[in-house]
T-cell receptor, first 111, second 106 residues
Framework: DAGVIQSPRHEVTEMGQEVTLRCKPISGHNSLFWYRQTMMRGLELLIYFNNNVPIDDSGMPEDRFSAKMPNASFSTLKIQPSEPRDSAVYFC?????????FGSGTQLSVL | GIQVEQSPPDLILQEGANSTLRCNFSDSVNNLQWFHQNPWGQLINLFYIPSGTKQNGRLSATTVATERYSLLYISSSQTTDSGVYFCAVYDYKLSFGAGTTVTVRA
């Protein structure tokens, strides 16, 4: 689905470094979600925003993770400091009339 | 939260075969969606189907909300249908099942 642009597509970093993942959704959405996908845990919701306001961040693993949505067309997910267990694919998704559309994801590897 | 169970976990098909994937959920929902994750990792929304039946080419889906299940039908399967099929239900957030991995062999 071309409505959500994520960057970078791949990120390789060393343990302890700060990582910032970016999401640029098209207009027309009312909610934005960050998901993480791993083999062990499948697709997990980390946080979601409604009208740019964080509504539920109960899925954020710990304080090392933070997310912002300064406007309707941009969101970031930051991990500081990163750890090897954060290695996963991170997806941004938007809801338009409750139908979800995903970006292509960011493959994060923390060495 | 709502529990979502998908079956079977894995499915191997010969090209041209038909198949049915099932999704059971533990509570009433007013929003159910099916997704296909292709071998490159991209997640594509196939259906938004809180109830009833919808068709999209060789794929169709039926949700019986009162009995808390949904079915995804693949007819005349092709190798491009390979990937993982996820069911997701929405209460205040979208919760995903573990998926069914489909492999279509030529």
């Amino acid at each position: 689905d071309a409505g959500v642009i994520q960057s970078p597509r791949h990120e390789v970093t060393e343990m302890g470094q700060e990582v910032t993942l970016r999401c640029k959704p098209i207009s027309g959405h009312n909610s934005l979600f960050w998901y993480r996908q791993t083999m062990m845990r499948g697709l997990e919701l980390l946080i979601y925003f409604n009208n740019n306001v964080p509504i539920d961040d109960s899925g954020m693993p710990e304080d090392r993770f933070s997310a912002k949505m300064p406007n309707a067309s941009f969101s970031t997910l930051k991990i500081q400091p990163s750890e090897p267990r954060d290695s996963a694919v991170y997806f941004c998704a938007i809801a338009i009339n409750e139908k979800l559309f995903f970006g292509s994801g960011t493959q994060l590897s923390v060495l | 939260g709502i529990q979502v169970e998908q079956s079977p976990p894995d499915l191997i098909l010969q090209e041209g075969a038909n198949s049915t994937l099932r999704c059971n959920f533990s509570d009433s929902v007013n929003n159910l969606q099916w997704f296909h994750q292709n071998p490159w990792g991209q997640l594509i929304n196939l259906f938004y189907i809180p109830s009833g039946t919808k068709q999209n080419g060789r794929l169709s889906a039926t949700t019986v909300a009162t009995e808390r299940y949904s079915l995804l039908y693949i007819s005349s399967s092709q190798t491009t249908d390979s990937g993982v099929y996820f069911c997701a239900v929405y209460d205040y957030k979208l919760s995903f099942g573990a998926g069914t991995t489909v492999t279509v062999r030529a």
